[in-house]
């Protein structure tokens, strides 16, 4: 009789060796027990250990060599991105030029009720949508569906849109990028999902939607991003501010890692501080995996 894979199981054994891989309990270069020993260590069947080896190889914490057994690699971890909170913009021309993107979709639709009222459609306005994986040194990290208003999406190309950052041809279009509202939560991988992120159906995922509008208050791009939270974290300085009795943590500003651009600048007087009217916020607070 053939051992059946137990997926809860092997899901388990995955994490406790991925954890002492990553925590130092098994150095890199070090050689692993080998499948039966494991399967008796854990009271499993080999192939259910089998199972969770080969997802420790495909994240590129193990190294499988025929004959000679199973080795920690010596660069056992993808170097993860983090998130400035505090400056989302700046954040995301920069990961867009140390990552790669792979485009899975390109098609103008008729958006959901959420999506138009974000960003101010008129009845009937389709949007641009687009699905699209981003990876750093070649392993996928973010899943990333995007909506941009059709009478901008028609500005760039789906061969532009797999080869450039969004921001990027937003402002190629002449698009003025303004201000980003978003909201961050935690969801599970869908099928199609954990299949273009290399994980399990139901692994956890940070969740995040944004919008960003332009500076007369116009929604131009609505995103739905779905992470791999061993690839991608969220950071935020902050500083203690107000008077004594009524002190709170504020968030700060970073500088971009960015190289400036040099330009010229006029002498102008102190800008308003009055925000400027836009289309009444949805906020979407539905967690899909999909």
């Not at 092997?10 to 060796?17: D, G, K, M, S, V």
């Not at 891989?21 to 039966?36: K, M, T």
């Not at 056992?76 to 700046?90: H, M, R, T």
């Amino acid at each position: 009789m053939v051992d059946a894979v137990e997926p809860l199981k092997a899901r388990r054994i995955y994490l406790l060796l991925r954890e002492r891989i990553l925590n130092g309990a098994l150095e890199p270069g070090s050689r692993l027990p080998g499948e039966l020993s494991i399967a008796a260590e854990y009271g499993v069947s080999r192939v259910t250990v089998r199972r969770a080896l080969d997802t420790l190889a495909i994240d590129g914490l193990i190294d499988r060599r025929p004959g000679s057994g199973t080795f920690v690699q010596e660069n056992s971890s993808v170097q993860p991105i983090v998130a400035d909170l505090s400056n989302v913009l700046s954040h995301l021309v920069e990961m867009g030029r140390r990552t790669s993107v792979r485009l899975l979709s390109f098609a103008y639709v008729n958006p959901s009720e959420s999506v138009a009222a974000a960003l101010g459609l008129g009845p009937g306005e389709r949007a641009q949508r687009s699905i699209r994986v981003r990876l750093i040194d070649g392993a996928p990290f973010s899943y990333l569906v995007t909506h941009v208003p059709e009478r901008i999406g028609v500005t760039y190309s789906e061969a532009d849109l797999a080869s450039m950052p969004l921001l990027g041809l937003l402002e190629r279009s002449g698009i003025v990028v303004e201000e980003a509202s978003q909201s961050i939560g935690a969801t599970l991988a869908g099928p199609d999902v954990a299949e273009a992120l290399a994980l399990e159906i139901g692994s956890p995922l940070l969740s995040l939607t944004r919008v960003v509008w332009d500076p007369s208050g116009q929604g131009v791009e609505h995103l739905h991003a779905l992470y791999r939270p061993d690839r991608y974290s969220f950071h935020m300085d902050l500083v203690r501010t107000g008077a004594v009795g009524a002190r709170r943590w504020n968030p700060v500003a970073k500088p971009s890692t960015a190289r400036p651009e040099p330009k010229k600048r006029k002498a102008e007087g102190p800008k308003s501080l009055k925000p400027k009217p836009r289309p009444v916020r949805v906020s979407n607070q539905r967690r899909t995996s999909t």
